[in-house]
């Protein structure tokens, strides 16, 4: 069996979950909370049960370079049992953890003897001898300040990969934007081209900033990745969250495989309601989408009411409020002691989609339209900045959830002025 190490990056200790809802109660609340902590022991725990040579954090340990004097020894901690399991610890930091003048910091606990931490300026290198014989060489740069505006990836192009049998580079950077542009929610930092990482020497890229897993394959046994935070912050980071795991070959790397670390789970349900005939007819499709959710974890959901449904009036007439208690109420269980955060009403009336959208007439163009459109022509027709938007197109998956709004929008107008004719007032 092969040895390992293990990537992971945007650890984020001491920041506070941003969105759980207004309707929380404060002890609910605590107690989600008190999960959080969880995932950087989730990260050590399972770092010593894979037996890992050594572990490489990318960037951002820290939500506020090192204020929170909590999640210093919290680190601390965790670190001195890497060590004394006989696990490297690597680390660089990036734009929330930038090694500033030690004056401007607030160090608490000093890192354990033994961690290596790679600083600003230029690329620094360690030949890392695993137990079983062989060697890796293990390159990277830290921030020196929050805005990082150079290409640090073009320093490893000198790095000298000797006798080892493969070169990891750790590296908080923005992958593919151009000046000016940012990728997704994360600003351009240290921005660098996929092709910079691919002529450069390194094998794997262990990479921080993005908060989407990502992993890409370059040629042979390489590898760029980024394995995304610990733990989702808000509905704007949903699904699993956690680590990679990357196998050390005699020459390169094997292909990371990732394992949770979360103990919160973000997700965004689209629930289609078009076979409800009223409102308590929601929970029952609620409750069948939820037995397809992974649950094992405290679930935190925004619900998308979406379709064309006989309970549409009902549902665009309701407070928001009283249908997401009535909600959370009846499906407490289902959400793991989770919590729905919010509820978009995104339905129409009862109306044949499919028909409208076949006829030769502005309304059929659009619908149409709709159904095909990519979010560069979203971009273009649209101001994203604006009632929501720009959440919504975040990623390229959440466009449905985009569409179905158009959607619901023409068809609301149209049902709008049909019942306008009926009432002579």
Known sequence: MNPVFVHAADLH???PLRSLGAGLTDDAKAELLSLVDKAFTNLIDKTIEYNAEFIVLAGDIYDDAENDARAQLRFFRGLKRLLDAGIGVYIAHGNHDP???????????????GVHRFLPGSVQTVVHKLRGGGHVTVAGISFGKRDESENLALQFETVDRGSTQAIIGVLHTNVGATAGQTNGVHANYAPCKESDLRN??????????????????MDGNRY?????????????????????????LPNGVGKPEFFSCDEIRFERIM??????????????VLEESLTNVE?????????????????HRQISTTDTSVILNHLQEGCQGLLNDGYIEKIEKQTSPPIDIDRLRSEDDLLGDLLKWTSRAN???????IDV????????????????QLTAKLETMFLNDLFNQDEDKDDPK
């Open 375 to 381: 979010l560069d022509e979203i971009n273009e027709l």
């Open 271 to 284: 629930l289609d309601c078009s076979t409800v005939e009223d409102l308590p007819g929601i929970q029952k």
């Open 224 to 248: 760029w990745a980024y394995p995304g935070n610990l733990q989702g912050r808000d509905i704007g980071e949903t699904g699993e969250k956690g680590a990679l795991v990357v196998e050390i």
């Open 295 to 311: 649950h094992v974890l405290p679930i935190v959901c925004r619900i998308h009411l979406v379709g064309s449904t006989q309970a």
């Open 385 to 400: 900045q604006s009632d929501g938007v720009q959440e919504l197109l975040q990623t390229a998956e959440q466009l449905r």
């Open 13 to 15: 200790l001491g920041a």
């Open 200 to 217: 450069s020497p390194v094998d794997y890229w262990a990479l921080g900033h993005v908060h989407k897993r990502s992993v890409n394959h």
């Open 99 to 113: 090694l500033l003048d030690e004056k401007k910091r607030n160090q608490i606990a000093k890192l354990p003897d």
